[in-house]
């Protein structure tokens, strides 16, 4: 079974830095794309990042472009999600999840982790 | 950027109802669309993709349909553990978005 478990989250103030992970187990996670997609409290659903399956595009929410980086370490099959200059209005739980897609045109994030919470306050 | 609305915001229903939530896109995604659920303080879990293929594992009384800006999902026979929060997803064109979200209660 696919498993994702997100950590690095917490506590920071308003312009500080912060690196989330997502460790994949039970499957290589080089073989997905992946994204990043965020919920601030009592709030819905915010696609943050992604990066394609080959490692070669990265792409950002307008809200994020600029500030925030996804990555992966291939040899700890790992997603990183480097976040800099955060602001109050960054603070959310941030999921990891999947990218599925097959030759039907079906697509869509398949799997998740259980999220980890940023809290950015002064 | 494509913005997803969805309708309506919220909605209160009983055990037994058919209910239909929909999504529409400012601009053409063919099928590019999957619909999730999500429960107080639990990840998104995935419905529907392709607008209208059912993801392994969920019951049958979930069904979606729709393509290019009209998207509708279908839950027919409403249970207990279906109350929760529904979201649609565009996955056509970067950015990525989601709809706003409806929140089905018990009548």
């Known amino acids: 079974e696919v498993q994702l478990l997100e950590s690095g989250g917490g506590s920071v103030q308003p312009g500080e830095s912060l690196r989330l992970s997502c460790a994949a187990s039970e499957f290589i996670l080089s073989n997905y794309g992946m994204n990043w997609v965020r919920q601030a409290p009592d709030k819905g659903l915010e696609w943050v990042a992604g990066v394609r399956r080959s490692g070669d595009f990265t792409y950002y929410a307008d809200s994020v472009e600029g500030r925030f980086t996804i990555s992966r370490d291939y040899s700890k099959n790992t997603l990183f999600l480097q976040m800099d200059s955060l602001r109050a209005e960054d603070t959310a739980i941030y999921y990891c999840a999947t990218y599925y897609y097959d030759n039907s045109g079906g697509r869509a994030f398949d799997n998740w982790g259980q999220g980890t919470l940023v809290t950015v306050s002064s | 950027d494509i913005q997803l609305t969805q309708s309506p915001s919220f909605l209160s229903a009983s055990v037994g109802d058919r209910i239909t939530i929909a999504c529409r896109a400012s601009?053409?995604?063919?099928?590019?669309l999957a619909w999730y659920q999500q429960k107080p303080g639990k990840a998104p879990k995935l419905l529907i993709y392709?607008?209208?293929t059912l993801q392994s594992g969920v019951p049958s009384r979930f069904s979606g349909s729709g393509s290019g800006t009209e998207f509708t999902l279908t839950i027919s026979g409403l249970q207990p553990e279906d109350f929760a929060t529904y979201y649609c997803?565009?996955?056509?064109?970067?950015?990525?978005?989601f709809g706003g979200g409806t929140t089905v209660e018990i009548k």
């Open positions: 997803l565009q996955l056509n064109s970067y950015p990525l978005t």
């Open positions: 601009q053409g995604i063919s099928r590019y």
């Open positions: 392709g607008a209208s």
